[in-house]
C-alpha cells in the first residue's frame, strides 16, 4: 500500500493532566492522576450518581480569544489548542506549505454535545429569539476539524472521523494512508472530546460503564486490577503532524518516530460489548504489523485500550495474547487511561501521542492504580516508568470503541 516512510515531526495534547503535550508527558511519568471531582453545580444539583471526571477545559484560559472561545463549541476550542502546539512544534514555515497538499485529519467520538443541549435547554426555557446563530456550525461533528482546516489553510481536505473511542486512532491510520501514497506532503491529525455534560455523564452511568469511586476519583480508573469497575469520563486533545520522511529531512524537522502501520476492523458483534474472543481486534494488530514490515517479536511496547471495564480490558488481552502468545510476556504494556482517564474519541491520539514519547524518549509510561492485577490477566503491565531498550524499536497503540470498531496504528523509533 504505501511507498513513502511517514515520519511524526510534531505533537501537541491538551488533557485533564496539564495544558501541553511536554507537561502532560511528564505528569504521566510521574505517576499523577487528572481525575477530579466534578464542581460545576449544574452536576450537584441533578445528584448524579458519578461525581468526578477527566476535566481538561479549565486548562483552556487565555489559550484562545473571546470570539474563538464565543464560536467554536469546547471539542473545536481543544482541538484548536492542540493543533497549534503541534504545529508549532514541528517548525513548520508556513510560507514554503502548498495548501493543496496539506490536509487534516480530525477525529470525534460525539461532536459538539455541549452546544446542542445547551442550545436546547436555551430553546425551552427563552425561546427560539435566544438560540445563537452559530449553534450548528458549532454542534457540527466536523466542526474541529473545519477550525483547525481554516487556522492552517489546509486545501487537501479536511475530514472526521466518527467510530466511537477508536476515531482518532482511525485518524491516524487515514493519516498514514494519505502521506504513505502520495496524496499529502503533511497532514495535522488528531482528535478531541469535550463530552462533559450532565446528560453523557447520567447515560454512561445509566449503562453501569463509569467507575462510581466517588469517595476517591484519583484512583477510580485502575485498568486490569480485579477491583476495576468501570471508565472515568475526561475530556481533551492530541495533535500529531506528519508528513514523508524526504519532506521533514529536506526541511531540517526533527522526527519522533516513524508510522509504520496501521489495521482497522470491526466486529460485527454488539453494539456497546467487544467480542470477547478478540479476533477482529486481534486482525486489527495484525494488519498493522504487515503494514508495518514487522514480526509479533518486533514488538516491545504497547499502549493499550485499557478503559477500565471488567469486559472491555480482558477482551483486549485475550486479542493481544491471540496475536503475541508467548511474546507477550516480553511485551511492556501501558495502560495510561488510569491516570487521564478515557476522552473517548479523543484516546487514541492522545495515547499515540504517549506512544511515540516512549519510543523518542525510549520509557514506557507507567499504569497508576494497579494495586492487584487480574490472575486472568497476564501481561507485564508497567507500573513504574520502564525503560526500553535501545536499537530499533515498535510499538503499538491499541484503540477500540462501541460499534465494535477496532483501531491499531504501529509506530517504529526514529
Not at 445547551?118 to 429569539?129: C, K, M, V, Y
Not at 529531512?249 to 508510522?259: C, L, M, S
Not at 514480526?295 to 495474547?321: C, F, K, L, Q, W
Amino acid at each position: 500500500m504505501t511507498n513513502k516512510t511517514v515520519v511524526v515531526t510534531g505533537i501537541g495534547a491538551i488533557s485533564p493532566l496539564a495544558a501541553t503535550a511536554s507537561e502532560t508527558w511528564d505528569a504521566l511519568l510521574a505517576g499523577k492522576s487528572g481525575i477530579t471531582r466534578i464542581e460545576d453545580p449544574r452536576f450537584a444539583e441533578l445528584e448524579l450518581p458519578v461525581e468526578f471526571a477527566g476535566q481538561a477545559r479549565h486548562w483552556i484560559t487565555d489559550q484562545l480569544t473571546r470570539p474563538e472561545t464565543k464560536r467554536l463549541d469546547p471539542s473545536s476550542q481543544l482541538s484548536l489548542i492542540a493543533a497549534r502546539e503541534a504545529w508549532a512544534d514541528a517548525g513548520i514555515d508556513n510560507t514554503t506549505v502548498v495548501p493543496e497538499r496539506l490536509i487534516v485529519d480530525w477525529a470525534t467520538g460525539i461532536g459538539g454535545v455541549n452546544t446542542l443541549l445547551d442550545a436546547w435547554d436555551t430553546l425551552r426555557e427563552r425561546g427560539p429569539r435566544r438560540v445563537l446563530p452559530m449553534t450548528v456550525p458549532m454542534l457540527m461533528a466536523n466542526g474541529p476539524a473545519a477550525a483547525i482546516e481554516m487556522e492552517f489553510g489546509a486545501r487537501g481536505g479536511a475530514r472526521t472521523y466518527l467510530s466511537a473511542c477508536a476515531s482518532s486512532t482511525e485518524s491516524l491510520a487515514e493519516a498514514y494512508r494519505h502521506v504513505a501514497t502520495g496524496d499529502a506532503d503533511i497532514v495535522i491529525a488528531g482528535g478531541a472530546e469535550a463530552a462533559l455534560h450532565p446528560m453523557p455523564l447520567a447515560s454512561f452511568a445509566a449503562m453501569q460503564a463509569l467507575s462510581r469511586r466517588n469517595d476517591s476519583p484519583e484512583t477510580a480508573s485502575r485498568p486490569y486490577d480485579v477491583t476495576r469497575d468501570g471508565f472515568v469520563l475526561a475530556d481533551g486533545a492530541a495533535a500529531l503532524i506528519l508528513e514523508t520522511k524526504e519532506h521533514a529531512e529536506a526541511r531540517g524537522a526533527k522526527i519522533y518516530a516513524e508510522v509504520a502501520g496501521a489495521g482497522i476492523t470491526s466486529d460485527a458483534f454488539h453494539i456497546t460489548a467487544p467480542d470477547p474472543e478478540g479476533s477482529a481486534a486481534a486482525r486489527a494488530v495484525l494488519m498493522a504489523l504487515e503494514h508495518a514490515g514487522a514480526t509479533r517479536e518486533d514488538i516491545v511496547h504497547v499502549n493499550a485500550h485499557a478503559t477500565s471495564t471488567p469486559v472491555g480490558d480482558i477482551a483486549e488481552y485475550h486479542a493481544m495474547r491471540r496475536v503475541f502468545g508467548d511474546h507477550l510476556d516480553s511485551v511492556v504494556v501501558s495502560a495510561t487511561k488510569a491516570s487521564t482517564g478515557h476522552l473517548l474519541g479523543g484516546a487514541g491520539a492522545l495515547e499515540a501521542v504517549f506512544t511515540v514519547l516512549a519510543l523518542h524518549e525510549r520509557v514506557a509510561p507507567p499504569t497508576i492504580n494497579l494495586t492487584q492485577q487480574d490472575p486472568e490477566i497476564v501481561m507485564d503491565v508497567a507500573t513504574a516508568p520502564r525503560e526500553l531498550a535501545e536499537g530499533d524499536l515498535v510499538a503499538l497503540s491499541n484503540s477500540f470503541g462501541f460499534g465494535g470498531h477496532n483501531a491499531v496504528v504501529a509506530f517504529r523509533s526514529a
